[in-house]
């Protein structure tokens, strides 16, 4: 079997394969969608949050709707 970066597999002394571990840092983004959907891990509430956030363009459209609803006294 070829070796892939990222990916280590454990076997007994007799070859029979028992278990992999899988880097993170390597296959991270194809994993993680695959360990929340089987509770294997929670998305934490930073990132929930994060994600939920505004975008930069929604952010500049509403400073622009803010300032041009602003009265400006001299």
Do not use: C, N
């Amino acid at each position: 079997m070829a070796q892939v970066p990222g990916i280590k597999l454990h076997k007994t002394a007799k070859g029979k394969l028992t278990s992999v571990t899988i880097s993170m840092k390597h296959h991270g983004d194809k994993l993680q969608p695959v360990l929340e959907q089987i509770g294997a891990v929670e998305q934490d509430e930073f990132d929930r949050r994060w994600r939920a956030g505004f975008t930069v363009e929604e952010v500049f459209d509403g400073l622009l709707a803010k300032i041009d609803g602003m009265k400006w006294d001299k």
